[in-house]
């Protein structure tokens, strides 16, 4: 992950293979995929201080990864940032079991826990929003042509609690 005139990109074989799982979905613009870069760099330099990666491994590849964080001011708020599993492992619970895994240590450090996700509102981001249905997520709220004409952002919330359902 090296960029033209930084001196100290990160070279962090996980976070090359998180790219290109991400690269490989499909989902994500190029100008996604750089701040997936950023994000990752960050992450390589000062681990779990503002990102937490979680990942997901079959038959010795990497089959999705996740990336949340606190959200900054709050006290128990964390935010889902990224989440892609690889287009040969889609489909068999990796995003559910990330997901999953990013909950229960969210429980590890407190009793409980709001996390807020945002994503796309284009008819090819249903699944991504069904996702988020599924696992408990409600949404919060939607600002129209956020992203381009025609392309929502859509906010999902999710809390989350040692002594709750999950909801």
Same mark, same amino acid.
Request: proline share 4%; with cysteine.
């Given at each position: 992950?090296?960029? +033209? %005139? *930084?001196?100290?990109?990160? $070279?962090?074989? #996980?976070? &090359?293979?998180? =790219?290109?799982?991400?690269?490989?979905?499909?989902?994500?613009? +190029? %100008? *996604?995929?750089?701040?997936? $870069?950023?994000? #990752?760099? &960050?992450?390589? =330099?000062?681990?779990?201080?503002?990102?937490?990666?979680?990942?997901?491994?079959?038959?010795?590849?990497?089959?999705?990864? #996740?990336?949340?964080?606190?959200?900054?001011?709050?006290?128990?708020?964390?935010?889902?940032?990224?989440?892609?599993?690889?287009?040969?492992?889609?489909?068999?619970?990796?995003?559910?079991?990330?997901?999953?895994?990013?909950?229960?240590?969210?429980?590890?450090?407190?009793?409980?826990?709001?996390?807020?996700?945002?994503?796309?509102?284009?008819?090819?981001?249903?699944?991504?929003?069904?996702?988020?249905?599924?696992?408990?997520?409600?949404?919060?709220?939607?600002?129209?042509?956020?992203?381009?004409?025609?392309?929502?952002?859509?906010?999902?919330?999710?809390?989350?609690?040692?002594?709750?359902?999950?909801?």
């Amino acid at each position: 992950m090296k960029r +033209p %005139g *930084e001196e100290h990109a990160v $070279e962090n074989l #996980l976070a &090359e293979k998180c =790219l290109a799982a991400a690269r490989s979905t499909g989902a994500f613009t +190029p %100008g *996604e995929l750089d701040v997936l $870069e950023d994000v #990752l760099i &960050e992450w390589s =330099l000062h681990p779990g201080k503002d990102y937490v990666l979680l990942t997901d491994w079959s038959e010795g590849e990497l089959a999705g990864f #996740l990336v949340y964080g606190p959200t900054p001011m709050t006290d128990f708020a964390f935010d889902l940032y990224w989440i892609a599993v690889d287009p040969a492992f889609q489909k068999k619970g990796i995003g559910t079991k990330l997901e999953e895994k990013m909950c229960s240590a969210l429980l590890v450090q407190s009793t409980r826990a709001v996390i807020r996700v945002e994503t796309a509102g284009r008819d090819d981001y249903l699944g991504q929003r069904y996702f988020y249905l599924a696992r408990g997520y409600t949404e919060c709220g939607r600002i129209p042509d956020f992203y381009s004409e025609g392309d929502d952002l859509v906010l999902y919330c999710k809390k989350i609690g040692k002594q709750s359902s999950g909801r």
